[in-house]
């Protein structure tokens, strides 16, 4: 059963519910009493740092550099 993060905006604590996914969007209520909660983002999403960025690129080319191509013809 997913876990859903909520934060209660009448006293600002943060509280989390175990739940069915056809009551995800269901008003939570706080441990408080407080029934002004809203649904945090699945924890699930925001993790750190991910490999995005792309890789340079390998087997050159056609590359500015002056000399050995690289290859197989200088060896
Ligand atoms: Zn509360």
Same mark, same amino acid.
Request: glycine share 22%; with cysteine; proline share 8%.
């Given at each position: 059963?997913?876990?859903? &993060?909520?934060?209660? %905006?009448?006293?600002?604590?943060?509280? +989390?519910? %175990? %739940?069915?996914?056809?009551?995800?969007? &269901?008003?939570?209520?706080?441990?408080?009493?407080? +029934? &002004?909660?809203?649904?945090?983002?699945?924890?699930?999403?925001?993790?750190?740092?991910?490999?995005?960025?792309?890789?340079?690129?390998?087997?050159?080319?056609?590359?500015?550099?002056?000399?050995?191509?690289?290859?197989?013809?200088?060896?």
């Amino acid at each position: 059963m997913p876990r859903y &993060d909520f934060r209660c %905006r009448s006293c600002g604590a943060t509280f +989390e519910l %175990r %739940r069915p996914m056809a009551q995800a969007n &269901d008003p939570a209520l706080c441990p408080q009493g407080h +029934e &002004d909660t809203v649904k945090l983002l699945s924890t699930v999403a925001v993790t750190g740092a991910a490999t995005g960025r792309p890789a340079p690129a390998a087997g050159g080319g056609s590359g500015g550099g002056g000399g050995c191509c690289g290859g197989g013809c200088c060896g």
